[in-house]
Every structure is written in structure tokens, then in C-alpha cells.
């Protein structure tokens, strides 16, 4: 006889059930006048016997027996079967969850090579989480979710110790990716709203903004590593991660959005904190600057339209090569060149045009430096001269610049020579 699809199914030989999702509804014929095909006999194989019996009747400790042995994906599955099991599942997710290994200890002391296993498993929670909630409104999902997870401490900023090293955001991280998934605009918008309300990150961005760098050391790396391990960098897309970090700088003005964007990229020393004088203060070397190079390229977003205007990542960027104190001209070139052509050209020829030849001069030769440093073809940086002097009008512009050019290449030549025959001195 057809079984009902709740249906435990039993072997044998075997000690463990397991659930079987048994689609045996009656199909409807696809002639004029419907009707129902006649039963079938369902040939079982040897060894197993059904035992037939709806889930609500179960004693909860029994249909928690079962659930033991399943992973976290079965048992994501199985709460879609039926308001009833959903609301079995629900009610004792937190216990699910535990059950697998959801312990403190593990954000702490863990090895690197069981790190994607660690994060997978989070992963499994967010889907678990997802389709448990599947027939919520937004705003009660998350209220749901936030009562469950955030009694974690280490998945709320400011509540964890061993904040670089703990796992707790890049495991929340993992597990809000696939949580939120496939959400339209508006329900990704609550999410952040959310977040901003419950973590009070509007407030803590308002300290660390407007206090000294370096004045909030640990506040700083926390809303580093939660920005980034949460909400930018889970994602593969890049409109994805573009959207998270607009909603993270957009309600700041300018200024603050400079300084947040060096909190977020900026380099880290040797302890962990935020390094705010290795701009202004020695050369840095590619790997420091390449992660502001990608923020731009991100927001600049190869000049397709977005939230953000030519002229917005304009003066974005040159309000952070001014934090915390203008940055040393080689590094501001390393910047621009690691930017790619079109935010370097577009830069550059905005200098040209606002009259700023002796900034644009300066910039061109230690570009030329950074090529000659980094292995970067000489060629490129001609290219872009050319492009540069056709931004100004007039023959006697163009020679205006090349011999301001010229003027820093002998400056910099007799420098280079001077601490040359210091050093062999």
C-alpha cells in the first residue's frame, strides 16, 4: 500500500533509522476528466519494514533520537516536510546545533587545516537556520536567528578576547552568506539596519572616527574584522560585496568615510592594531597598499553605474591618501598604479584639470620609481604621460608639465646620490 510521507523506515541488520522523504501522492491523469491512477504495489527490498506513524503522535524523545542521527543538512531538509516537524525543529534548534559541536573552545583552538571544515559546518547551520524559518517575515527571522546565535559571544563586536584570532565573525560570516542568500535589495537592507541596531556599529564607527588614531586600538580591529569577515568579504560577487560596503561608508560624510576605508584596509602591525604611520611615515611595500587598491577598484566598480560618481571616488581617494597625515608620495604613487589605468588616468587628469601641474609632476616621477622598484614597464608610464598632456589645451601647457617633470627627475636623481654617498660613507 502507498506509505504515508511520514514514514520511518527500519533495517534490519541496522541499529540506526533514518528518514526517508517518500513521494507516494496519488498522480493525477492528464486526460479531459481527472482522475486518480489506481494504487500501486510497491515492491520493498528485502530486509526492511515500515512502520507507519505521524510524527506529532511521537514522544519528543523518541523523534530526538532520530534527529541524533542525521547531519544538520538532513534535518534542514526534513523541516520543510511539515508545519508540525518544522515546529519540533525549531523549538529545539539550539540543541541541534550544540549537538554537532557549536562550543566556544572551537572559535579559540582550532587547526588551520580543519579551518574550511570548520567553516562548512557553519555553513550547514545558515541553512538549517534558512529553511526553518522559511515562511517568516524578514523582520522575525532575524529576531529568531539573534536570539539563537548571539548568545554566542564571539559573533558580537566587542564581547570576544581573543579577537584576531578567534574564528567567531568569520564563522558568523559563513553563516549569514548562506542565510541571506538570494534575498532581494530591500530584505538585504533590513539585514544591515539589523545588524547596525543590535551590534550598535553606527555608534561604534562614530567613535573611532572621531577620536585619535590609534585612541580606540581594539574597537578599531573589531569593527575591521567584523565589516569585513561578515559582511564584504564572504562573497564571491562583486556587486554583492559592493553593496555591503556602500551601506558601511555611504552614511558617513567624506572625510569619515577615508578614515573608516583605512580602518578596514589599512596595514596591521605585528600585534594586530591598525598601523596608522606606515603611510606618512616609511615606504610600504605592495602587499600593504594592495588591499586599498582593491577597495577603490570595488567602489569604483570600472566606472559602471553605481551609488558612486566619478567625482566620489575622487575625492574618496584623496581624502585617504591624507590619513592620518599626507602619505609619502611613493606611496601614494604605488597606490595609483596598483588602482589600474582608468582610476589612475582619471585621477591624474584631474589634477590636470583643476591646475595642479607640480602635484601631477611629483606623482609622474615617483610612479616612475615605483615602476623601476616594482618591475613595472617603463612604457606604461609614457602611455600615460601622453594621455595626460592632451588633457591640457594649449602646446604651452604640455611644456609647462614636462619641465616641471624634468625639474623633480634631477631633484630626486641628487637625492638618491646624496643618500648614496652617505650610506657608503
Known amino acids: 500500500m502507498p506509505q504515508s510521507i511520514n514514514t520511518i523506515v527500519v533495517h534490519r541488520n541496522s541499529s540506526k533509522p533514518t528518514v526517508k522523504d517518500l513521494d507516494l501522492s496519488p498522480v493525477l491523469s492528464t486526460n479531459k476528466h481527472l482522475r486518480r491512477r489506481r494504487p500501486q504495489n510497491y515492491a520493498l527490498p528485502s530486509g526492511i519494514t515500515f512502520f507507519q506513524h505521524d510524527f506529532s503522535n511521537l514522544p519528543f524523545d523518541v523523534f530526538y533520537s532520530i534527529l541524533q542521527y542525521l547531519s544538520l543538512k538532513e534535518i534542514s531538509i526534513l523541516s520543510m516536510v511539515s508545519k508540525v516537524i518544522n515546529s519540533y525543529i525549531v523549538q529545539n534548534i539550539s540543541k541541534l546545533v550544540k549537538r554537532n559541536r557549536m562550543a566556544l573552545g572551537s572559535l579559540h583552538q582550532y587547526n588551520t587545516s580543519d579551518l574550511e571544515e570548520h567553516l562548512e559546518y557553519y555553513r550547514s547551520v545558515g541553512l538549517l537556520f534558512k529553511r526553518c524559518t522559511l515562511l517568516l517575515p524578514t523582520k522575525e527571522r532575524l529576531k529568531f536567528i539573534s536570539s539563537q546565535l548571539f548568545k ?53 564607527i562614530q567613535t573611532v572616527v572621531s577620536s585619535k588614531p590609534g585612541a580606540a586600538r581594539e574597537l578599531e580591529i573589531h569593527i575591521r574584522l567584523f565589516c569585513r569577515s ?52 616609511s615606504l610600504a611595500e605592495e602587499c600593504s597598499v594592495v588591499q586599498f587598491a582593491n577597495a577603490i577598484k570595488l567602489i569604483h566598480h570600472d566606472g559602471k553605474p553605481t551609488e558612486w560618481t566619478a567625482d566620489s571616488v575622487i575625492g574618496l581617494l584623496e581624502e585617504l591618501t591624507d590619513v592620518p597625515n599626507e602619505w609619502l608620495l611613493e606611496n601614494q604613487a604605488r597606490l595609483l598604479l596598483l588602482c589600474g589605468n582608468n582610476i589612475c588616468y582619471t585621477i591624474m587628469s584631474s589634477k590636470a584639470v583643476n591646475g595642479r601641474v607640480n602635484e601631477l609632476a611629483n606623482l609622474m616621477v615617483f610612479q616612475a620609481l615605483v615602476c623601476e622598484k616594482d618591475g613595472y614597464h617603463m612604457q606604461w608610464l609614457r602611455k600615460m604621460l601622453q594621455k595626460i598632456c592632451m588633457v591640457f589645451g594649449s602646446f604651452k601647457e604640455r611644456c609647462n608639465l614636462l619641465q616641471k617633470v624634468e625639474s623633480v627627475f634631477c631633484q630626486c636623481s641628487l637625492e638618491i646620490l646624496q643618500m648614496h654617498s652617505v650610506m657608503v660613507n
Open 152 to 204: 554566542v559571544p564571539c559573533f558580537l563586536i566587542g564581547k570576544c578576547s581573543h579577537v584576531p584570532e578567534c574564528l567567531g565573525f568569520a564563522s558568523y560570516g559563513a553563516f549569514l552568506k548562506v542565510l541571506i542568500a538570494g534575498w532581494d535589495e530591500l530584505e538585504c537592507h533590513r539585514v544591515f539596519s539589523f545588524h547596525c541596531d543590535f551590534t550598535n556599529l553606527h555608534r561604534r
Open 230 to 281: 561578515v559582511l564584504i568579504d564572504p562573497w564571491n560577487n562583486q556587486n554583492d560585496s559592493l553593496f555591503w560596503l556602500t551601506r558601511i561608508l555611504k552614511p558617513w560624510p567624506m572625510v569619515n568615510q577615508a578614515r573608516l576605508l583605512y580602518i578596514l584596509y589599512g596595514p596591521v602591525t605585528s600585534e594586530g592594531n591598525i598601523d596608522w604611520q606606515k603611510m606618512t611615515q
